[in-house]
Nanobody, 118 residues
Framework: QVQLVESGGGLVQAGGSLRLSCAASGSIFSLGVMGWYRQAPGKERELVAA???????NYADSVKGRFTISRDNAKNSVYLQMNSLKPEDTAVYYC????????????WGQGTQVTVSS
């Protein structure tokens, strides 16, 4: 089994910054793509950013130029640096990882709240 534990959410004013962290633990033989999704009230969960094992990144258009995703393979961790935050970034942010334990499976963190006040 694989567990993902997130940290770093909170309340920030518009224009501010936050850094989310997510560490994977458990019976991990290999980690594939890791990323962050978010879900705002009344909306579907959407991809924010993802990073492949080799470092290739992908961002939602709404966060390009403001958010930066990175990973530390030695620590089985992924990070999301969020700058120039906007009220519309308010959501629960979920860490995601594709990992090989007894086969390739998708894993999710418990979610961390990010609230941006205007």
């Amino acid at each position: 089994q694989v567990q993902l534990v997130e940290s770093g959410g909170g309340l920030v004013q518009a224009g501010g910054s936050l850094r989310l962290s997510c560490a994977a633990s458990g019976s991990i033989f290999s980690l594939g793509v890791m990323g962050w999704y978010r879900q705002a009230p009344g909306k579907e969960r959407e991809l924010v950013a993802a990073v492949a094992n080799a470092g290739t990144t992908n961002y939602a258009d709404s966060v390009k130029g403001r958010f930066t995703i990175s990973r530390d393979n030695a620590k089985n961790s992924v990070y999301l640096q969020m700058n120039s935050l906007k009220p519309e970034d308010t959501a629960v942010y979920y860490c995601y990882a594709k990992a090989w334990a007894s086969g390739w499976s998708d894993y999710w963190g418990q979610g961390t709240q990010v609230t941006v006040s205007s």
